[in-house]
């Protein structure tokens, strides 16, 4: 079932396919990564399934593969240039409703009480939010390697 047009999911992807997205990162088989708007934590990414369906389940078993695959090439992607603890991954869709998965990077340097909680219930309102300035090495770094691991995994 395609998702309306007019959720962020539906109007990201617009901007991706016509260039125009200054949050994008890479595309991948299954869709557009890119930063979140707010960076809670350092190189918080989201996957935006193109085409934009309402949710995984919307998807064939190959398109469904492909949706999950990603979402991990880019955990992987997470972890080689941030040196971060572990990747989250969370679909929720419950606010806006396209499929989109949040990939997010835990960190050492996170408290231990806010490390184990999920990052939604962190302090929203405290977070930077994308700027070129401030993220943009770090999302050229990530395309860079999201798109190495896309080559070494087509060549397996």
Wanted: aromatic share 6%; glycine share 6%.
């Amino acid at each position: 079932m395609s998702a309306p047009a007019d959720t962020v999911v539906g109007q990201r992807v617009a901007l991706a396919r016509e260039g125009r997205n200054p949050w994008l990162v890479a595309r991948v088989s299954s869709g557009w990564v890119v930063m979140s708007d707010k960076q809670v934590v350092p190189g918080q990414l989201i996957l935006l399934a193109d085409p934009v369906v309402t949710t995984l389940n919307d998807l064939g078993p190959r398109e469904r593969i492909s949706f999950l695959t990603d979402m991990v090439l880019i955990g992987d992607a997470l972890l080689a240039v941030t040196g971060c603890l572990r990747v989250n991954y969370d679909i929720l869709g419950n606010t806006d409703p396209a499929l989109h998965a949040h990939i997010v990077p835990r960190y050492v340097s996170e408290t231990e009480e806010r490390r184990v909680m999920p990052i939604w219930l962190y302090d929203w309102s405290t977070a930077e939010l994308f700027s070129e300035d401030i993220h943009g090495e770090l999302r050229r770094a990530l395309g860079v390697e999201i798109a190495r691991l896309t080559l070494a995994q087509a060549a397996e």
